[in-house]
């Protein structure tokens, strides 16, 4: 399985990690669907949210509303965040392009120092406000889509 979807509402704290082998782990009260290729996860109401994918994927889509969100040891070619509200993003051990979908929100996107990538500020009104060097040539890009939402990328 490559593609994830997953859909979180009401959740202060969401962490998504790789697993060790192809096993998928979501908390017990989640309705959870998949095929050879894809897997939708819906979780609503847990304070706070572990879910296991495997370490490598193609694409995962989450929408997510203000929460925490942490991203540990998985890499992925592209990770689509549609958010609402005010994130924060911490990334661990984590590689993949991420695009960041918001209308009216804030987000907070950590990387750790060694992260090399690129950003795209795409939408109406939008504003990336990196506070480190970025890479024109990186393979990771970081992009803001939406409308009237500000990014702000730092490390540590």
Do not use: W
Not at 58 to 73: K, M, W
Not at 97 to 115: C, Q, R, T, Y
Request: aromatic share 6%.
């Amino acid at each position: 399985m490559k593609d994830y979807d997953i859909k979180i509402k009401k959740a202060d704290e969401v962490t998504i990690y790789g697993t060790d082998n192809d096993t998928i782990v979501v908390p017990s009260q989640v309705v959870f669907e998949s095929n050879r290729n894809q897997a939708e996860i819906d979780i609503d109401g847990v304070a706070k949210a572990l879910i296991g994918i495997p370490p490598k994927a193609d694409h995962i889509e989450l929408f997510i509303e203000n929460s925490v969100l942490n991203l540990q040891g998985i890499s992925f070619n592209r990770m689509e965040i549609d958010g609402e509200g005010k994130l924060y993003i911490a990334l661990e051990d984590a590689d993949g392009s991420i695009d960041v979908n918001m209308i009216h929100g804030e987000a907070e996107l950590i990387v750790p120092s060694d992260f090399v990538f690129a950003t795209r500020c795409e939408g109406k009104n939008n504003v990336i406000d990196c506070k480190i060097p970025t890479d024109p040539s990186a393979k990771n890009v970081i992009e803001l889509n939406g409308k009237n939402s500000v990014l702000t990328i730092r490390t540590k």
